[in-house]
């Protein structure tokens, strides 16, 4: 999940919240919060990272569709611009074992190990998650982190201590 307008740090808390409370959904780890610098081309505000680890009984469609709607009702605008600036985003990293490539939903996502911005909050929850044949921490020693701090407690008041 990320955010870099209207707030960032509320638009992640009660975006986390709203995961949390999803029927058929149990919220098992939040990652640390991490300040990213933004990839884009036009100057914005920094994003603000995280991952979470849910146990989910809806479908991968049905949950990306929450998402989706979530993102929706948090003020994101769809603009078709790739690194537009955003209120909320909630990206499916990966669900189970499922794989799927093209269409709307591509499991795993197929990004997320050129992202240090994905892979360092993904390896406080799962440094062995396979991605490509190698562990996730294979695919962050790789990554440019230069952009990518952790913040701390204090500057990431109301985000979960720890990894729950």
């Given at each position: 999940?990320?955010?870099?307008?209207?707030?960032?740090?509320?638009?992640m808390?009660?975006?986390?919240?709203a995961?949390?409370?999803?029927?058929?959904?149990?919220?098992?780890?939040?990652?640390?919060?991490?300040?990213?610098?933004?990839?884009?081309?036009?100057?914005?505000?920094?994003y603000?990272?995280?991952?979470?680890?849910?146990d989910?009984a809806?479908?991968?469609?049905?949950?990306?569709?929450?998402l989706?709607?979530?993102?929706?009702?948090?003020?994101?605008?769809?603009?078709?611009?790739?690194?537009?600036?955003?209120?909320?985003?909630?990206?499916?990293?990966?669900?189970?074992?499922?794989?799927?490539?093209?269409?709307?939903?591509?499991?795993p996502?197929?990004?997320?190990?050129?992202?240090?911005?994905v892979?360092?909050?993904?390896?406080e929850l799962?440094?062995?998650?396979?991605?490509?044949?190698?562990?996730?921490?294979?695919?962050?020693?790789?990554?440019?982190?230069?952009?990518?701090?952790?913040?701390?407690p204090?500057?990431?008041?109301?985000?979960?201590?720890?990894?729950?």
């Amino acid at each position: 999940m990320g955010a870099n307008l209207a707030d960032p740090l509320a638009q992640m808390i009660a975006a986390r919240r709203a995961l949390a409370a999803l029927e058929g959904c149990r919220m098992r780890a939040a990652s640390s919060l991490y300040r990213t610098r933004a990839v884009s081309a036009e100057p914005q505000p920094d994003y603000l990272n995280a991952v979470l680890s849910i146990d989910c009984a809806l479908s991968a469609e049905a949950l990306l569709h929450q998402l989706l709607a979530l993102e929706q009702l948090h003020g994101r605008m769809r603009t078709g611009a790739r690194d537009a600036a955003r209120t909320l985003d909630l990206d499916l990293l990966c669900f189970g074992q499922i794989q799927s490539q093209g269409g709307a939903l591509e499991l795993p996502h197929p990004r997320m190990h050129l992202r240090a911005f994905v892979l360092a909050p993904l390896c406080e929850l799962a440094p062995s998650l396979a991605l490509l044949g190698y562990p996730a921490s294979h695919w962050l020693e790789l990554c440019d982190r230069s952009g990518v701090v952790r913040l701390s407690p204090a500057d990431a008041k109301g985000w979960p201590d720890g990894r729950s």
